[in-house]
C-alpha cells in the first residue's frame, strides 16, 4: 500500500482512474452510434434496440456492483478494477463478432458484468486519497470519463463505421481497454486505509445504514430519474439527428460529439467547483445545485428537440447538456459522506444500483417502446415526440433533489 502525499500522486492516480473511466463509457455509448447500421443489418425494432442499449447491459451490471464493492473494500480496489477493465473490453470487442440480436444482448450482459467492478471502486479510492475540501472536485474531473467516452465513442464509433462497418468499431474500442489494463494495474497502488474494521461490516450493514437516511433515496431516486433522460438521449439522440434532422451517421456523430464534449466538461467541472464552495458553508447545496439544473435542463432539451435547424438545435443543446451533468460530483461527493470511510465503495455500489437499474435499465427502452407505440400515427417524429415526452423525468428529478437538501445536512457523515 502507498500513502498519497503528495498533490502530483493524487493527480496521478486520478488521471489513470479518468482514463479507465472514459474507457467505461466509450465502450457503453458506442452502440449510441451504431444503432442505425446494426437496426438495419439485423433487423431490430427501436424496443430491441432499446434494450441492447440499456437493459442489457444494466440487469447484471446494477445488481453485481454491489458484491464487487463490497469485495474492493476489504481487497485492492486497484485489483478489482483493473480485472473489470479486462473483461469489459473483452465483451465489447465480442459485440464485434455477433450476427444476432440474442448474441449481441449476452454480449452486452458482459460488458455490464465488466463495469460493474469499475466505478464504485473509483469513487472509493477517489475519497480515500483527497481531503474532504477537494473531494467533490476530483470526483467531478473523474465523472469527466463520462462526456470524454461518450463523446470520443461517438466520434469515433461513426468514423470507423462510415468507413469500414459497425463491427469494427466493436473490435477496435474493446481491444484498446485490454491493451490499457495491464498499463493501470501495474502503475495504480492501494493507498492506506485508516477507519475502523472493515472486515465486520457486511453488505446488509451497510445498506441498513442508507435505508435510515432519507436523504439516501431522495438522493437515489433523484439520479434515478434524471438517468432515466440522460441514458435514454445519449443513446438515441443519434438516431433522432438522422430521422428527423436528416443527417448521415457521419454527420450525427460530428454534432453529438461535439456537444458531448462541449456541453459535458463545462458542467461536470462547474458541478464539482460549486459543491465545493457551497459545501463548506452548507450541505445542503450538494443536493440543490442538481436539482436547480435539472428544472432547467427539462424545457431548454425540448426546445432544441422541437427545432428544425441542426445550427439552431446545437445551439439550444449546449445549455441543457452542461446542466444535466451538473448533478454527478455533488451527488456523489454526498453518498461518500453518508457511511463511513471504510465502506464507501459498498455504499456508491448500493447508490448505483438504485440508479442504474432504473435510469440505464429503462431510460433506452421506455423511449424506443414508446416511439414504436407512436409510429403508426407519426412516422419517423415518433421518435422526436417519445424524447421530449421523457424530459419529464427531470422535472420530477430535480423536485426529489430539492427535498433532499435539507435532510442531507442532518445525514452527513465526515
Partial sequence: MKRYDTAASRAFVLAMLLIVYTFNF?????????????????????????????LAFAILYSVLAIPFAWLADRTRRSWVISASLLVWSGFTALCGMTTSFGALFLCRLGVGVGE?????????????????????????????GIPLGAGLGVLFGGAVAAAVDWRTAFLAVGLAGVIFMPIFALAVREPVRIGIDRDRIGIASVFLMLATKPSFWLLAFGAAFSS???????????????????????????????????????????????????GLKDKKGYARIPGIAFLLAAPLFAAGMLSHSSALALLL??????????????????????????????????????????????????????????????????????????????????????????????????
Fill in 26 to 54: 466509450l465502450d457503453r455509448l458506442v452502440m449510441s452510434i451504431l444503432a442505425t447500421p446494426i437496426k438495419a443489418e439485423l433487423h431490430l425494432t427501436d424496443a430491441q434496440l432499446g434494450m441492447l442499449g440499456g
Fill in 116 to 144: 460493474a467492478g469499475g466505478v464504485a471502486p473509483s469513487y472509493a479510492l477517489i475519497s480515500d486519497i483527497f481531503p474532504p475540501q477537494q473531494r467533490a472536485r476530483a470526483l467531478g474531473v473523474y465523472s469527466l
Fill in 228 to 278: 432515466m433522460v440522460g441514458y435514454g438521449l445519449a443513446f438515441w439522440l443519434p438516431s433522432l439527428l438522422q430521422r428527423s434532422f436528416g443527417m448521415s451517421l457521419l454527420a450525427a456523430s460530428h454534432f453529438y460529439g461535439l456537444l458531448l464534449l462541449a456541453g459535458g466538461i463545462p458542467g461536470i467541472l462547474l458541478g464539482g467547483w460549486t459543491a465545493d464552495r457551497a
Fill in 317 to 414: 443543446f449546449l445549455a441543457p447538456q452542461a446542466l444535466c451533468y451538473m448533478w454527478l460530483a455533488p451527488v456523489l461527493t454526498a453518498v461518500q459522506h453518508l457511511v463511513p470511510a471504510p465502506v464507501r465503495a459498498t455504499a456508491s455500489a448500493c447508490f448505483l444500483l438504485i440508479n442504474n437499474l432504473i435510469g440505464l435499465g429503462l431510460g433506452a427502452l421506455s423511449i424506443g417502446m414508446l416511439s414504436d407505440l407512436l409510429k403508426p400515427g407519426f412516422g419517423t417524429e415518433a421518435l422526436r415526440i417519445s424524447m421530449i415526452a421523457a424530459l419529464a423525468c427531470y422535472l420530477i428529478a430535480g423536485l426529489l433533489m430539492l427535498i433532499a437538501a435539507p435532510r442531507l445536512q442532518r445525514d452527513w457523515v465526515d
